[in-house]
């Protein structure tokens, strides 16, 4: 069966820090995967998708960016941190071709920027 | 731009009632129209799912009833629980690789 791992559950960072949330899915070969940044009021925000190794489609243009070393790997990332970057982020996944829409969760990452 | 409008962004159900959460959509592409459950602390999990081709779809307690010439659809939740309580999202998709589109989902409070 597949699963999806995305780690650390929590994470409290400076202002001004770095940043790197990994994500890996098992069980699966060639899935999409996805990140999404959830806000309080403001729903499931899409900030980057990929269809393959090395592959990233940005949604949002932020502070955040994302990468695809291999193929069941997707990382999150930032060079500098902002206040506006806090929120609950989730990795998704999904399974290339007709059925691209069922997407599936990570348990996520609540990021808290001080 | 907002593709999916949900309402309302929170409810109160008495146990045994039902609980009725609306969305409307704008993108007549759109073809895929899934809700998500979500407890806190957790992701997303797909509840019920439905394609345009029907107009309602049932499963258990869980109901989806589709209008496609108003662009709306909405999840009734019959007989509710205290363990229904949760955040809702319904959500849309054309297929492509971008994935869904979500409403802003909604806080369900189910008193016993």
């Known amino acids: 069966s597949q699963t999806i791992h995305q780690w650390p559950a929590t994470l409290v960072q400076p202002v001004g820090s770095p940043l790197s949330l990994e994500c890996t899915v098992e069980?699966?070969?060639?899935?999409?995967l996805y990140w999404y940044r959830q806000a309080a009021g403001r729903g499931l925000q899409l900030l980057f998708y990929s269809v393959g190794i090395g592959q990233i489609s940005s949604e949002v243009p932020q502070n955040l960016s994302a990468s695809r070393p291999q193929d069941r790997q997707f990382i999150l990332s930032s060079k500098k941190l902002l206040l506006s970057d806090s929120g609950f982020y989730l990795c998704?996944?999904?399974?290339?071709?007709?059925?691209?829409?069922?997407?599936?969760f990570g348990s996520g990452t609540q990021l808290s920027v001080l | 731009q907002q593709q999916v409008k949900q309402s309302p962004q929170s409810l109160i159900v008495q146990k045994g009632g039902i609980s009725i959460i609306n969305c409307a959509y704008e993108n007549t592409a759109f073809d895929y129209f899934p809700w998500y459950q979500q407890f806190p602390g957790k992701g997303p999990a797909l509840l019920i799912a439905?394609?345009?081709?029907?107009s309602e779809k049932k499963e258990g307690r869980f109901t989806i009833s589709f209008n496609k010439s108003a662009k709306q659809f909405s999840l009734h939740i019959m007989d509710s629980q205290p363990g229904d309580s949760a955040t809702y999202f319904c959500a849309a998709s054309n297929g492509g690789n971008d994935g869904l589109t979500f409403g802003k989902g909604t806080h369900l409070i189910i008193q016993p």
């Open positions: 069980g699966t070969s060639n899935p999409n």
């Open positions: 998704a996944w999904s399974v290339l071709g007709v059925t691209n829409e069922k997407l599936f």
């Open positions: 439905i394609r345009p081709d029907v």
